[in-house]
């Protein structure tokens, strides 16, 4: 094992514990970006069609990804938790990923569902995308319908029916 890969956690409540817990929270932006990602590539969708996994070159090959950027970005999924990665050495291309417990229990085992985890992502980029300060909302400002009632097309109308059927509510 190399001393450069060796990671020591730093001491409860010292400047750089307290330091490793900020970056996480500064992480948490481009953990989402990494999952909205993850979805605008159907991700879920290409590893549920099949038990096995997928290399990381079939994978970066099907979605027309670069592979040294591919990896490193599958690499990322696997770290944020949404793909399970095996066999995995810096920049392999064998290395193998699938869907993770997570994420199948986001989705489903085959990425047919999870109408309720695809809604919160589409909720939280909408209001990323209105440009409101944060501040100003807690303070009350009026936030557009995320629904749109009645819907305007019958795609529209075909997607709530859908997501209104798949819609589970916990008590």
């Not at 989402?32 to 979805?39: D, G, I, P, S």
């Not at 949404?82 to 193998?96: G, I, P, R, S, V």
């Not at 305007?152 to 109308?157: F, I, P, Y």
């Amino acid at each position: 094992m190399n001393n450069y890969c060796v990671s020591i956690l730093p001491t409860s409540g010292s400047e750089r514990d307290c330091d490793n817990r900020f970056y996480e929270i500064l992480g948490g932006g481009a953990k989402f970006c990494l999952l909205e990602a993850f979805l605008d590539l159907k991700i879920p969708e290409l590893l549920g069609k099949e038990d096995n996994p997928y290399t990381a070159g079939r994978i970066c090959t099907e979605l027309g990804l670069d592979e040294h950027r591919g990896w490193k970005f599958l690499h990322d999924l696997a770290l944020c938790g949404f793909l399970t990665e095996t066999d995995a050495q810096q920049c392999d291309m064998n290395a193998k990923y699938a869907l993770s417990e997570d994420s199948i229990n986001f989705f489903c085992d085959d990425a047919t569902e999870g109408y309720f985890s695809r809604e919160l992502v589409t909720f939280q980029r909408y209001v990323k995308d209105l440009k409101i300060p944060f501040v100003d909302v807690l303070r009350g400002a009026t936030l557009p319908e995320m629904v749109k009632w009645p819907p305007q097309t019958h795609e529209a109308a075909a997607y709530l029916e859908t997501w209104m059927s798949k819609l589970t509510y916990y008590t």
